[in-house]
C-alpha cells in the first residue's frame, strides 16, 4: 500500500475547495483505495490531503495518465511544491 501525504499552502482557498471538488473523480482510478483531509489547525491556510494506493505500480501508473489533468483545476489556487511526503506501508 502507498501512503501519499500532500500540504499545501492556500492562497485562494474557495479557489482551492472548487478544484478539490475535480479529484470527485478517483474512485474510478485503477489501484485507488480512498483520501481524506482537511485544513490545518494552526495554520488556517494550509491543506492537508491524504491519499491510499493498492500499491506504487498504481500510483504511477496516476500520476502518468490522469494527474496532470485533474491537477490543473487547482492551479495558482496554491503555491509550493505541494507533496510533502509519499511512503509505502506495508499491508
Known amino acids: 500500500m502507498l501512503v501519499k501525504w500532500t500540504r499545501c499552502t492556500v492562497k485562494d482557498r ?3 475547495e472548487r478544484g478539490q471538488r ?3 473523480g478517483l474512485p474510478g482510478e485503477p489501484g485507488f483505495l480512498g483520501q481524506g483531509g ?6 488556517p491556510d494550509v491543506a492537508h490531503v491524504f491519499s ?3 500499491s506504487r505500480a498504481f500510483y504511477d501508473s496516476f500520476m502518468a ?5 485533474l491537477a490543473a483545476s487547482q492551479s495558482g489556487t496554491y503555491t509550493g511544491p505541494g507533496c510533502v511526503s509519499s511512503r509505502t506501508a506495508s499491508t
Open 38 to 43: 482537511g485544513w490545518s489547525r494552526s495554520r
Open 22 to 24: 475535480k479529484w470527485a
Open 52 to 54: 491510499l494506493w493498492e
Open 65 to 69: 495518465r490522469s494527474h496532470d489533468r
Open 14 to 16: 474557495r479557489g482551492f
